[in-house]
């Protein structure tokens, strides 16, 4: 047996490892390693409860906008109050563009390298100026060669990587790849500026509020955001969901690879203030059936993670006391359970839910392509299927915010007015991009006694549970083949699928530890 150990995983948010035990060329064991310690709860105590939605914000820079609406849920529970219409549909729209940013910028950005020949550029005859720059790029690189541990490599993000037989192989769809790659950089600003319409800036919004958001829609603004969304959805339709299916194709094997079912969605896109109904329907897929959610449910152990605190407790009580010497702990994150089970969360969990509820649209992206590659439906439990997940989605998005910047009121309050109680609690839902995020607070004297945050990523790379269940990440890692393990991509591919964002689920470091030079890849 052979220990292999990806340290850190490249190309996501924050620092993670990976631990793998590999025997006759699979993965029998993996464990997912948080390796910073989150503290923002402690941050929070005794503070004015409204500072909860700017500092959590600052959680993440990736995926400010989720936190913000979450802790602005939160509020809106503990205070008693509900956001207004127009305040339900600015929060769509402002969700609903860092979705597009973010899913865009996953793929092209982070994923893509895995699958996609860099080194075809040195044989490009074209004339495109972006490209012959990155094909200098890489000439250089490839000429100089660099890429040892103590050398500073100029063309990263592309150089070093995993060298092998690991990628496409046709000319022409790499070159194309690499077009998009670059396109996509274009797009995502697009999508910034359509937060920005609503949001104020990007990152860090000073626009979520309790109730809603602080910008009065305007005639200018709506203007302004649904000329970037036509660019945003042609870029979708055209590209994107083409790349994606192309990718597909070439590596249809991952249909196979990275199998996790246990699911779990809290609804996306509000679409009444007054009720629990969402565009993306609410639920949990677990043992195959869909049942309705019930959040009491939800506890965190911390058996494995390096905590002090009670285990098995739900987010209002819950504790985080460091303990970084804690005997057989391996992270900094807890395990987050669903009536004890693990919960995958993100673009597949929310498509398998809305499948299974009956979505008409989802049903139809996810029915086409699996006739298109002549697959049932368990193909989509896969690294394929939160891909093709990612790309269905941003298809639904783009047709939503059209008749959401329809239904504002023009110059109507963005907002409901609201006080600050001197006690009470509050739950918080939304779906991040990557998945299920959760804010809870209980408030004191008009001060926050307690905030808990559950965040996607914790949900799927946590650890091993109190009775020793590996966590999601380390489930679909498992039986993972391995052709070369000095060259481990086929398990980075199985990790990066998920979308890891280690900054909402872990923050400060550990000080005593050597600085060690490492290459990665």
């Not at 079912?261 to 109904?277: E, F, H, I, P, R």
């Not at 409901?416 to 939304?430: A, M, Q, R």
């Not at 009775?467 to 391995?482: D, F, N, R, S, W």
Request: aromatic share 8%.
């Amino acid at each position: 047996m052979a220990r292999v150990l990806i340290d850190p995983i490249t190309r996501i948010e924050g620092h993670l490892s990976i631990e793998l035990d590999v025997q006759g060329g699979k993965v029998v064991e993996a464990k997912s390693k948080g390796d910073m310690f989150r503290g923002y709860e402690k941050i929070l105590r005794g503070r004015n409860p409204v500072d909860a939605n700017q500092i959590t914000q600052r959680i993440c820079g990736v995926c400010p906008v989720s936190h913000g609406i979450a802790s602005s849920k939160c509020l809106d529970a503990a205070f008693k109050n509900k956001p207004n219409k127009n305040g339900m549909l600015l929060r769509n729209l402002v969700l609903g563009a860092n979705y597009l940013q973010s899913h865009i910028l996953h793929f092209y950005h982070l994923a893509a390298l895995d699958f996609v020949d860099i080194k075809a550029i040195v044989n490009y005859k074209g004339g495109d100026a972006k490209l012959l720059a990155v094909k200098e790029w890489v000439l250089d690189e490839i000429k100089s060669k660099k890429g040892q541990p103590d050398e500073i490599t100029t063309a990263a993000p592309f150089l070093p990587r995993y060298e092998g037989d690991f990628y496409i192989k046709d000319q022409t769809l790499n070159v194309d790849a690499i077009a998009h790659y670059l396109q996509a950089l274009d797009i995502r600003l697009k999508a910034h500026k359509m937060v920005t319409a609503f949001g104020g800036r990007v990152p860090h919004l000073m626009g979520l509020v309790p109730g809603g958001v602080t910008q009065v829609p305007t005639r200018s603004l709506i203007r302004e955001y649904r000329k970037n969304l036509k660019e945003v959805e042609e870029f979708v339709n055209k590209v994107y969901m083409n790349d994606v299916i192309a990718v597909a194709k070439a590596f249809s094997e991952y249909f196979k690879l990275g199998k996790f079912t246990n699911m779990m969605s809290y609804g996306l896109w509000d679409k009444d203030v007054d009720a629990m109904k969402f565009t993306m329907e609410r639920g949990v897929y677990v043992d195959g059936k869909l049942k309705a959610l019930d959040t009491s449910l939800i506890k965190e152990q911390v058996r494995y993670a390096r905590y002090n605190s009670g285990s098995d407790l739900h987010p209002l009580k819950g504790q985080t006391e460091p303990d970084p010497h804690k005997g057989g702990a391996y992270t900094w994150l807890k395990a987050p359970r669903y009536a004890g089970a693990g919960m995958e969360v993100g673009p597949l969990a929310r498509v398998v839910v809305s499948y299974l509820s009956g979505n008409a649209f989802v049903k139809g992206e996810v029915d086409g392509l699996l006739k298109l590659f002549n697959a049932d439906l368990g193909a989509v439990f896969s690294v394929l299927g939160r891909h093709t997940s990612r790309a269905i989605e941003c298809k639904l998005i783009c047709q939503e915010a059209k008749v959401w910047l329809d239904e504002l009121e023009i110059g109507k309050a963005p907002r409901s007015t609201y006080e600050i109680p001197e006690k009470g609690e509050g739950e918080g839902l939304v779906e991040a991009a990557r998945g299920a995020l959760g804010h809870w607070i209980v408030v004191e004297n008009k001060k926050i006694a307690n905030y808990q945050c559950v965040v996607p990523t914790t949900w799927f790379c946590g650890p091993r549970d109190d009775k020793g269940t590996p966590g999601p990440v380390e489930q679909a890692l498992i039986g993972t083949p391995i052709a070369d393990n000095k060259n481990p991509i086929e398990a980075a591919r199985v990790v990066r699928s998920f979308d890891p964002c280690i900054a909402c689920a872990v923050h400060v470091v550990e000080g005593d530890r050597e600085i060690g030079t490492f290459k990665v890849c």
